[in-house]
């Protein structure tokens, strides 16, 4: 392994956050041209980790970070290998442009500054998740991109839509967050360790576990729901209510790949597996064919994309388990291809919403001379989603035929989801990045022209990069494919496909689907019906049941808030006191804990019996008290009396406290209760009284079994020796409880007076409440005169 620069990678992984606190100033002065100087943090990023390229390419591993918790081996620390480093090109890359894009998407917008604080605190958190080495790190980031995204997706907070569509993605992508919290967790008890960089080291020691099956269901629930696939997708689409820039970011380089960045991660020591390859390439199938059918439905040029990223994810997922030969590499390309071409496309479905003011690809048509710059951005990236020859995406269709296409049923099965879901995904790209340009002119809500250099910067430089990386295919996978499916597959890989295809069934599959795909292209529209037609059939879908998950579990929230709160203290202090004597009792009973009960002490002093008596009697006077002030006063003499058995027993500190607490208590409760309007008895039913008193004794009995129990133990003194002989050494007093209290239990003596002091101020706002709205009330008296004093 070699060690980074540390300050300058920790520089760089905090670079966004800084940039999204400076964005709202910088935009107050600048305007949109803050676009250029914000991106400058993700670009200095960039080259920082673009310095990095050559030694993952030579095989090293680049570590580096601080300790955090050292007694628990949590570390504050990054790892760069393949795989982390081309994400984080990706996300620092294509997160230059996204931010210049937004810069010219974004103009005029009134919330701008906030608009590029929250993608840069997106940015940040994507990136921290990609390069964390510790769980915790890896936990925490990814909770992050959670948040930024829900800020994202709802910043146009005043839409409906908008509010629904992040607290959809909220919800579903923290529940899973919450499922891959319990994974790691499991990881890190069966194998010992806290940091990735140690766990794929750890090989057949995870498979080989008992807990295997149950820590792989954790991490799966985190990474499916991150990454839309079946039956967790109905997320992905909604958030398209983000602006433009969110979404091509959002689905090309950052969020919705970081489920496949876990599977992809943990494939070495998770993977190769039964469960491993049934579970993945099921569910990403299914994905794939679900995500691409849905995108035919659509007219949205965003909501089309969406899909068929949903649908590129499902491929990822099926590829990633499928454990083929050369299907980690098939991966590895679709992964960086479908970065390259799905943010331009996004980017140009921005641009032609900006300028032409509609999505929906039914109204649009014959935009190539109005827009020629984006027009060859759009096509050139749909040429590269559908595979054809030249662009790296024609790289990656390549390889996963030769990964997929074998003799097996299973092998067949699989190819035949492949082809169908690339041919429907080729139709789609071109839709988007052909059909709106070609054609007779359309008339548009807007005069359709050419955008700012900002609007088609983007996707021109990301189109471009698909065709080089396909043209120069051999510098593209020395550092960056071959090093990327090393670390997938946790042993040294070299992919060396090129432009020239795979002679053979991989060809023959490639012509079919580009066949496919152009006549599904031609009949898009009869296509599109046909979906329409399929799921009205088909009925409400996951989306719908989501409302109704939401609206039944508000509905559960209520009904059991209404039956454990009620509004009334007697069942608030019933219920508690029943919690109280089963915790003290059940574990007594049910494992025969039960104390040895000792004999009467025959040495006991008469003045020992006296108090003991005298607290009976208290005890007497309270259960036949005539009213409730003297039940008080009479709950005061058990209290003194327990007082002076403490101090008979050589406790005179627990004794003044005891003296104290009672006094103040009977004072306080007696001029409460001459406040309160209450009855001068108790009347409550006997059979009440009666099941109150069992709850009493019950607990009493409780406390004082657990007491005898704790007193037969032995005893350990440690503690008294460390008190005695640090409490005048360390905190310079003589009196050891006073110590305790004051020095070595200060922060919770001082959390207990936070307590009353803030319950001291709710009463005094319940107070000032009650004082204000009886004097409203008096104000508000029919034939008062308001000009009286």
């Known amino acids: ?31 949109h041209k803050a676009a250029w100087l914000l991106a400058l943090a993700p670009a ?51 997160g230059t442009l996204i931010v210049l894009y ?22 940040g958190a994507m990136l921290g998740l990609v390069i964390s080495d510790s769980f915790l790190m890896l936990f925490v980031y990814w909770e992050l991109t959670s948040i930024t995204s829900f800020l994202l997706i709802g910043f146009d907070h005043e839409r409906p839509e908008a509010r629904r569509a992040a607290l959809q993605a909220m919800v579903v992508t923290g529940g899973g967050g919450l499922l891959l919290l319990a994974g790691l967790i499991f990881l890190w008890n069966i194998t010992g360790v806290t940091q990735l960089s140690l766990l794929v080291h750890v090989g057949d020691g995870l498979r080989e576990s008992p807990f295997y099956l149950a820590a792989l269901l954790l991490v799966l629930g985190g990474a499916f729901t991150k990454s839309a696939q079946f039956p967790f997708h109905f997320w992905l689409p909604n958030a398209m209510e983000a602006p433009t820039p969110v979404s091509a970011y959002l689905h090309s380089a950052t969020m919705v790949k970081a489920g496949v960045y876990l599977l992809m991660r943990l494939n070495p020591v998770m993977g190769d597996t039964p469960a491993w390859q049934i579970l993945l390439p099921f569910f990403g199938g299914v994905t794939l064919i679900a995500g691409t059918l849905l995108a035919l439905r659509q007219t949205d040029l965003k909501l089309m994309l969406a899909y068929t990223t949903m649908a590129s994810l499902g491929l990822l997922v099926m590829l990633t388990g499928f454990g083929a030969d050369h299907a980690v590499e098939a991966a590895v390309l679709y992964l960086v291809a479908h970065s390259l071409f799905k943010g331009a496309l996004f980017m140009v479905a921005g641009a032609v919403d900006h300028e032409a003011g509609t999505r929906d690809v039914t109204r649009l048509g014959g935009l190539r001379r109005a827009m020629p710059v984006t027009f060859a951005a759009g096509l050139l990236a749909a040429l590269s989603m559908g595979g054809l020859p030249l662009f790296f995406g ?69 189109a471009v990069l698909g065709l080089l990386a396909g043209l120069i295919s051999a510098p593209a996978h020395l550092y960056v494919s071959s090093p990327m499916a090393s670390a997938v597959k946790g042993a040294p890989v070299t ?295």
């Open 102 to 123: 937004s810069g010219g998407y974004m103009k005029g917008h009134p919330q701008q500054g906030r608009f590029f604080s929250f993608i840069l605190l997106f940015m």
């Open 394 to 462: 024609f790289l990656a269709k390549e390889e996963i035929y030769y990964a997929l296409a074998h003799g097996d049923p299973r092998s067949i099965m699989f190819t035949t989801v492949a082809v169908i879901g690339n041919a429907l995904m080729f139709a789609v790209a071109f839709a988007v990045g052909l059909k709106p340009f070609i054609g007779k002119h359309v008339e548009t809500p807007k005069h359709a022209h050419e955008g700012p250099v900002l609007l088609w910067l983007g996707p021109v430089v990301l």
């Open 1 to 31: 392994m070699a060690a980074s620069a540390p300050a300058l990678t920790l520089l760089c992984l905090f670079l966004p956050f800084i940039a999204a606190f400076l964005a709202p100033v910088l935009t107050r002065a600048f305007g």
């Open 495 to 789: 992919i060396d496909i090129s432009t020239v295809p795979h002679i053979g069934l991989p060809l023959l599959l490639s012509i079919v689907t580009v066949l496919f795909g152009i006549l599904v292209y031609l009949r898009i529209d009869s296509a599109r019906a046909a979906m329409v037609r399929l799921l009205a059939a088909l009925g409400p879908g996951p989306d719908r049941g989501f409302d109704h998950f939401v609206s039944g579990l508000v509905r559960l929230a209520v009904s059991v808030t209404r039956f454990v709160q009620p509004g009334r203290l007697e069942v608030y202090i019933t219920a508690s006191f029943i919690l109280v004597a089963l915790a003290l009792l059940l574990p007594l009973f049910l494992f025969g804990e039960l104390p040895d009960m000792p004999a009467w002490p025959r040495d006991a002093l008469i003045q020992e019996y006296a108090f003991l008596a005298i607290a009976l009697i208290g005890l007497f006077a309270v259960l036949k008290a005539a009213d409730r002030l003297t039940a008080i006063v009479s709950l005061g003499i058990q209290g003194f009396a327990v007082a002076v058995l403490f101090l008979l027993f050589g406790a005179p500190d627990l004794s003044f406290t005891q003296f104290m607490v009672e006094t103040l208590s009977v004072v306080i409760l007696a001029l409460v209760m001459t406040r309160l309007r209450l009855s001068p008895r108790d009347h409550r039913p006997r059979g009440q009284m009666l099941f109150d008193a069992t709850i009493a004794i019950a607990c009493g009995l409780g406390f004082a079994l657990l007491l005898l129990k704790a007193t037969q133990a032995p005893f350990n003194n440690a503690l008294t020796e460390f008190f005695n002989a640090y409490s005048k050494v360390i905190a310079h007093g003589a009196n050891v409880v006073n110590v305790i209290i004051v020095d070595f239990r200060g922060t919770d003596t001082l959390g207990e007076i936070a307590v009353v002091m803030v319950t001291g101020l709710a009463v005094l706002a319940l107070i000032r409440i009650r004082v204000g709205g009886t004097r409203r009330l008096a104000d508000n008296v029919p034939g008062k005169d308001r000009g009286a004093p």
């Open 44 to 94: 200095f990023a960039f080259l920082h980790f673009a310095s990095f390229l050559g030694e993952v390419a030579a095989g090293e591993v680049v570590t580096g970070g601080y300790a955090w918790v050292p007694s628990f081996n949590i570390s504050f620390s990054w790892f760069l290998d393949g795989l982390s480093l081309t994400f984080a090109l990706l996300i620092t890359g294509i």
